[in-house]
């Protein structure tokens, strides 16, 4: 059977990818088969698996004064918390990886000074799910890319075309998503299409971005079928990046795949070294998650944090756009390699302190001074935020914590720090709009998890809170931050 032709996919897609399965043998099987069957296509397993999230303690700053943690912007977890809520099931509790729903939205903090790559801004308010602890917020920035100033791109399209991404929601999406950021491609950019089933073929090398049309015909022509040889076709992807590399430029391979890894390399371990070693050379991985049902979740997540990149799981045309067009700087172009953060908690003026999210992301203090330890990434114009649940001491007046962030300019690695103490003088009686929002994105995923967390948070709640903000409700309203107000309304009515 043919993929119909990209001219036909004119209705809305509502599904892509459940970013759902592990490889890893300490997952927890999702035992909600029944309730999903309805989401999947035709000949989906129903074959869900998780890895296990063990969500950060409290900690006492007598005794573990340091967080730290590699930083970077995926958000895969919101969109397909997203693609089930709109569905009308409720969500895999550990699915949810909050970090990432938190750092799905942007926010409005100071840039950094041009050439600084990274800036750092703190927040300080009540906890709105527990009246004994206040909600401490670190911000990062990263430097935005003017038209004058964009990298010339050397981009491989590397999409699985296997018989598991038949369907509109699957390879039709892929189509529509890299077509979007064909028409965003400079003439003078490089593009090759790389694809993989039962064998890997180049269907289009060395393009320039001034062959539009070119490019989305080769596009439009794909069809699915044949197993998934991902060993085959990640390997051609980067000799065809380096075959065409740009010195100084942006090289990168965009994977586009279901992540089901079923010939060649399949092992975690393998992924990893051999997508570390491409990294070394200059060339980095972003991915997007498709498919439904068998999809690897721990395996693109891999791929993404060790190729310097990032990992979004597409659930719409909408989203595609808002990944491949409008955030198409801070996806293709990596201002801050290998940056992680440790925030120092004062035992003098803190009682006790816990990390939001970032389960899967935490380094010891031996690994944030290794300047050789790869950590995250973040993207030009990208914003990465940290939450923290903190309990001050009774009178508590001072620095009450100190951040310092690390980070490599990817162009030179020269290793950069910056600094930032916290004093008790950030709180705010009424948290400011961003924090206010950060509150309820936060406490929405402890709602998801069924955080033991959570103390008083409820969906009624956040809802209300969320409508007292302009950026949700006002006449300017952002249109993530809209459409997130719905999407606590729906859960409400799930959970209720």
Known sequence: MKMKKLAK?????????????????????????????????PGDSL??????????????????????????????????????????????????????????FSYDY????????????????????????????VGVSAEELSFENRLQNNLVFLLDVSGSMYGDDRLGLVQQA??????????????????YASGTRVCL???????????????????????????????LAYQTAQKYFIKGGNNRVLL????????????QDGLKKFISEQRDKGIYLSVLGVGMGNTKDTTMKTLAENGNGNYAYLDSVAEARKVLVEEMGGTLVTVAKDAKINIRFSEEFVEKYRLIGYETKMLTQEEFEDENKDAGEIGAGHTVTAVYEVQLKDGANGNFAEAELRFKDPSTSENKSI??????SLYEAEANEELTFIGCVTEFGLLLRQSKYMGSANFGSVADRLRTLPSVVGANKNPFRAEFLSLVEKAQSIYA
């Open 419 to 424: 600094t930032m103490t916290c004093p008790t």
């Open 178 to 195: 890299f077509t979007m950021l064909t028409e965003e491609l400079a003439d003078a950019d490089r593009v090759s299409i790389v694809t």
């Open 47 to 104: 074959d869900y698996e998780y890895d296990s999230v063990m969500e950060n303690d409290f900690s006492d700053p007598a005794i573990s004064p340091n967080s730290t943690f590699s930083l970077d912007r995926n958000t895969s977890s919101y969109s397909y918390a997203r693609r089930i809520l709109t569905a009308g099931q409720k969500v895999a509790e550990d699915s949810v990886r909050i970090e990432e729903f938190v750092n799905y």
């Open 256 to 267: 586009a795949t279901d992540g089901d890894f079923n010939v060649g390399i399949s092992s």
């Open 205 to 235: 090398e060395g393009a320039l971005g001034s062959e539009k049309v070119r490019i989305s015909n080769v596009l439009q022509d794909l069809e699915a079928g044949g197993s998934t040889f991902g060993q085959g076709g990640i390997q």
């Open 110 to 137: 100071p840039l950094p000074e041009a050439g600084e790559g990274l800036a750092t801004t703190a927040y300080l308010a009540d906890c709105p799910w527990n009246a004994d602890s206040k909600l401490f917020t």
């Open 9 to 41: 996919f004119l209705l809305p897609v509502v599904t892509l990818t459940c970013i759902l399965a592990s490889c890893s043998a300490s997952g927890s099987r999702y035992d909600r088969n029944d309730n999903y069957a309805a989401l999947m296509s």
